[in-house]
Nanobody, 118 residues
Framework: QVQLVESGGGLVQAGGSLRLSCAAS????????MSWYRQAPGSQRELVAT???????NYADSVKGRFTISRDNAKNTVYLQMNSLKPEDTAVYYC????????????WGQGTQVTVSS
């Protein structure tokens, strides 16, 4: 059984920082890419950052230079360090992991709320 559990969301003032964590339980199956998405009220879910198993990283233009994604493969955990937060970063943040069970499929966490006040 696969389970992703996010933590670290909360309320922060503009300019502040938060660190999100997502721990994946995979029953021994391999994790490929791990990603963070976010969804603001009334908006579609958007990709924030992604990190491949080999370490290659991509960011959305809106977070480049402010957010840093990293992963600990030994712990099956992905992190998102968010600095210089802006009110427009307010959203529910979701962790996603592509896990290979017969074939590669994406799995999702339950989401964690990030609210940035002005």
């Amino acid at each position: 059984q696969v389970q992703l559990v996010e933590s670290g969301g909360g309320l922060v003032q503009a300019g502040g920082s938060l660190r999100l964590s997502c721990a994946a339980s995979t029953s021994g199956f391999s994790i490929n890419t791990m990603s963070w998405y976010r969804q603001a009220p009334g908006s579609q879910r958007e990709l924030v950052a992604t990190i491949a198993s080999g370490g290659s990283i991509n960011y959305a233009d809106s977070v480049k230079g402010r957010f840093t994604i990293s992963r600990d493969n030994a712990k099956n955990t992905v992190y998102l360090q968010m600095n210089s937060l802006k009110p427009e970063d307010t959203a529910v943040y979701y962790c996603s992991a592509v896990i290979i069970i017969l074939r590669a499929m994406p799995y999702w966490g339950q989401g964690t709320q990030v609210t940035v006040s002005s």
